[in-house]
């Protein structure tokens, strides 16, 4: 069945059991006659609409229900919290509270319970099939993704194929490995011990030896599969994509791309914003007043930055000079004991409150709270010519904080070191982003000892 298919088949059935069981959880609670029935209703389509959200933001789990029964319900179980976590906040947010609380819990309890039932029929009825129907197969390089596939297909067998061996001409078969004859022995292997399957893992370099390999598949009838080995030759994080019907290698893949993931980012910089702008309203219109008050100009400085994919954006900061640089040609970094500094000034970057204003660059989608942190215009092209890798940080909005500012790599960037050591760690987390780590970095921000360091 086609992944798509499949997605909607489950949905529709998730639907159908959602509905079902609001309105017979209902019936047991108020009996045969609902006193307020509008109030099921709403509860029964915020359900529904839940379930829907829910579906879109893990849309590409739904293959990780073939693959191991702690996956099922890791991914189940993840579902479950995103799903009543948006039913509740939309109760809260709507004011819906005209419905029992028991027919809630008592209807996601049992939702619950049948989703994990019919996830686990899901699993081990295709497990049991593709079981019933394993192609025995052997895999031709012992190299480290071939090693991996063997290991792989041994522990899934359920996907349907079955590994018999490796062959490989440079190495020799022992009690540790799987080698089971060169590339040589492929004919007089397969008449002892048919295989269905070939599934060649040899570099990109050995075409030749592939080609020959292709040419005595077809010529046995045995299905023939090439795993594209880039292991070597490209030493960054990569996957394939489908390009139309094109398949890509994707250089420095990084889970951002990823729409789930976006999502949630975006989610929780739009909360987190708006909560902080509201609680922290009167620090900020003090500091605006006392801003005024100490020295002349205007409240906000608003020089321009890039953002992601190189776009310019006028960043907002709390002005902490007397004398600030030109908004868009500027080129003068703050030192530490900067003349041009105000005394309030010193106390706003001391402590990172000149950045407050930002939260309206989040709300803006411009900016998120935790990111590589813009650079002033003329630094990103001196840094662009000293480092290839510099500007992989503008694959993502930019940030508030950041990974490089929690570790202490903030402020000056004149030597190699400094420059290196910044740009690697916002590069490192561009490749390596999770929620998670955002939330470390945010602790790191107020709680961190590195975090101030260079502060000026």
């Keep these: 069945m086609r992944t798509r298919n499949l997605i909607a088949s489950f949905f529709l059935l998730d ?16 009996g045969q006659t609902i006193e307020n029935p509008q109030s099921v209703y709403n509860l029964m389509g915020l359900f529904i609409i839940g379930w829907l959200i829910t579906t879109l933001i893990f849309i590409e789990d739904i293959r990780n229900l073939k693959l191991g029964l702690s996956i099922v319900f890791k991914t189940q179980i993840k579902k479950f919290v995103v799903f009543i976590s948006i039913v509740a906040v939309s109760i809260i947010s709507f004011k819906l509270d005209d419905f029992s609380r028991a027919v809630f819990f008592g209807t996601t309890s ?15 009825y295709y497990s049991l099939r593709d079981q019933l129907n394993e192609r025995p197969c052997i895999i031709i390089g012992n190299t480290k993704i071939g090693r991996e596939l063997f290991r792989y297909y041994s522990k899934y067998s359920f996907i349907g194929l079955k590994p018999i061996g490796i062959l490989d001409n440079n190495a020799t078969a022992n009690n540790t490995n799987k080698i089971i004859g060169a590339i040589a022995d492929f004919e ?3 008449e002892q011990q048919p ?22 598949c077809e010529k046995n009838g045995v299905k023939s599969h090439i795993v594209p080995n880039y292991y070597g030759s490209v030493d960054r994080v990569f996957k394939i994509n489908m390009l139309g019907n094109f ?16 999502f949630w980012k975006r989610a929780f910089d739009i909360i987190v914003a708006l909560t902080l702008i509201v609680f922290l309203a009167p620090l900020m219109l003090i ?17 321009v930055r890039l953002g992601a994919d190189n776009k310019p954006f006028i960043i907002y900061k709390f002005r902490s000079m007397e004398v600030c640089d030109d ?8 030192t530490e004991n900067d003349s041009r500094l105000t005394s309030f000034g010193k106390f706003l970057r001391k402590n990172n409150l000149d950045e407050l204003p930002q939260l309206y660059n989040v709300l803006r989608n411009e900016m998120s709270l935790v990111g590589p942190r813009p650079h002033r215009l003329n630094l990103n092209l001196s840094l662009k010519q000293k480092m290839n890798s510099y500007m992989v940080r503008h694959w993502v909005k930019p940030g508030i904080t950041g990974w490089a500012q929690v570790n202490g790599w903030r402020g000056p960037t004149e030597s190699r070191l400094q420059y290196m050591a910044r740009t690697l760690h916002d590069v490192w987390y561009v490749e390596h982003w999770n929620f998670w780590l955002d939330l470390y970095i945010l602790y790191l921000t107020i709680a961190g000892k590195k975090v101030k360091k260079n502060a000026f």
């Design 188 to 190: 007089s292997l397969y």
């Design 287 to 303: 500091i605006a007043i006392l801003i005024k008050l100490e020295s002349r100009g205007p409240i906000l400085y608003k020089p």
């Design 110 to 124: 049992l939702f619950i319970i049948i989703k994990l039932l019919i996830s686990l029929w899901f699993f081990y």
């Design 15 to 30: 639907i159908a059991v959602l509905s079902t069981l609001t309105y017979f959880v209902s019936r047991i609670h108020y």
């Design 327 to 334: 908004e868009l040609s500027g080129n003068r970094s703050t």
């Design 195 to 216: 295989f269905s399957d070939v599934i060649i893992a040899l570099p990109l370099s050995e075409m030749e030896n592939i080609k020959h390999i292709i040419e005595n």
């Design 247 to 262: 398949p890509m290698l994707d250089l420095r893949a990084i889970p951002l791309d990823g729409y789930p993931n976006r």
